[in-house]
């Protein structure tokens, strides 16, 4: 039987809409949510990114505002426009869009952020925070993979969990997540003996490595949860039919959309787990419509998060925001 497929566009549409209402309750009180988003220069990709963000924050009710300093800003121009965000009380996030040209120095900027504005989750205090389990400010694509189960009525608690890839966007605080929900977690990556063997004893397998398909059928136990975090863009047409050639239960209708648009664009969104697990696999997540979605999701929720975690308001779980 084919794997159950996790909805992730309808899971991240249910966490914005309960942010939504929460934003309206607080706006209603006199306390507007607000996100500002540092964007240096021209990256394309990057600039799709943060209208996606602005618009859910427009969508959220979320204020929002865009800085936008030209790709010759400095570090020291770029600390201050920091330190100017974490003075101003109506800002409870301040993200910034990451790669910054080569010649800033990020891991200053990212430093520079008030961790009690740091909606991203990646400031030392806030990994700190996650790691003893104190309210702070989690990374966004790990938290929805956590919702993405939880909604899912997957068990965590006392399951094997393995996670390929230990970065600290992704890898790390996802392990993290996972440990503090009682999971028996192994966390793996390119020195990792045996990963097919490594893999196939997780009753939850998350992918977050960035190689196009690399998890096949051979690094899944049968009647596991594999989520996909992986958005590999595949050019290649042998490689195109390698991941969607086949004739296993996934290739479907989606892929026949799929194969038209490669074929009018010459590129496709792919994930790392190759299609063919899900023929093996009990749920799945696919890409796109998985992982993906609940990402801004997230920053919506860490972004009221953060303006109630900083006037000392209760925090309630997601699911009631
Ligand atoms: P990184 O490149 O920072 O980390 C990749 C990890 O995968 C590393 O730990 C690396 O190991 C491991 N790895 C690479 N090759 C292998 C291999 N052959 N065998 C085992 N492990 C391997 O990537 P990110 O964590 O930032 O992102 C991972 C994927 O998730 C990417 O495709 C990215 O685009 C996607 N992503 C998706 C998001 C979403 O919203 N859906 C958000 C963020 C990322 P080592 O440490 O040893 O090098």
Sequence with gaps: MPARILEGTKIASDIRSEVAAEVKTMTAAGVRPGLAVILVGHNPASEIYVRGKVKACEEAGVYSEQHTPPETATTAELLALVEDLNRRDEIDGILVQLPLPPHVDSKRILMAVDPAKDVDGFHPVN???????????????????????????????????????????????????????????????????????????????????????????????PGATVIDVGMNKVTDAAEFQRLFGGGWAGKSASNARREETFRSKGSTLAGDVHPEVAEVAGALTLVPGGVGPLTIAMLMYNTVKAAKLRRGSRVPELSRV
Aim: proline content about 6%.
């Design 127 to 221: 990994v700190g925070f996650l790691s003893t389990q104190r309210p702070g400010l989690v990374p966004c694509t790990p938290a929805g993979i956590i919702e993405i189960l939880k909604r899912s009525n997957i068990p965590i608690a006392g399951q094997e969990a393995v996670v390929v890839g230990r970065s600290d966007i992704v890898g790390k605080p996802a392990a993290m997540l996972l440990l503090n929900a009682n999971a028996t977690v192994t966390v793996c990556h390119s020195k990792t003996h045996d990963l097919p063997g490594v893999c196939r004893r997780a009753d939850i397998l998350i992918a977050a490595i960035g190689r196009a398909g690399m998890i096949t059928r051979d690094f899944v136990k």
